[in-house]
């Protein structure tokens, strides 16, 4: 995991997978105002070829890897919470 831009506004990440399978992706977190406090969203980009696509059509990534996102958005406001 690499950090390639950090601002007030947003965080990009190179991220790679080695296993289970190979994957090189862009992660971005952004922040905005909110009536609430700051709302934080996640977004995931990469290329899906041969047997990674295939993986990711059984496995759809937002299911598989929402529930961890979430977790770790949830203990990110705990952080800035507390």
Same mark, same amino acid.
């Given at each position: 995991?690499?950090?390639? @831009?950090?601002?007030? @506004?947003?965080?990009?990440?190179? =991220?790679?997978?080695?296993?289970?399978?190979?994957? +090189?992706?862009? =992660? @971005?977190?952004?922040?905005?105002?909110?009536?609430?406090?700051? +709302?934080?969203?996640?977004?995931?980009?990469?290329?899906?070829? &041969?047997?990674?696509? =295939?993986?990711?059509?059984?496995?759809?990534?937002?299911?598989?890897?929402?529930?961890?996102?979430?977790? &770790? =958005?949830?203990?990110? +406001?705990?952080?800035? @919470? &507390?």
């Amino acid at each position: 995991m690499e950090i390639l @831009e950090s601002t007030p @506004e947003r965080i990009r990440i190179d =991220l790679r997978f080695e296993k289970p399978i190979r994957a +090189r992706n862009e =992660l @971005e977190y952004g922040f905005a105002d909110h009536p609430d406090g700051t +709302r934080v969203t996640w977004t995931m980009r990469g290329e899906n070829r &041969g047997l990674n696509a =295939l993986f990711w059509r059984v496995f759809p990534m937002e299911r598989e890897l929402g529930k961890q996102f979430e977790q &770790g =958005l949830a203990k990110l +406001r705990a952080a800035a @919470e &507390g």
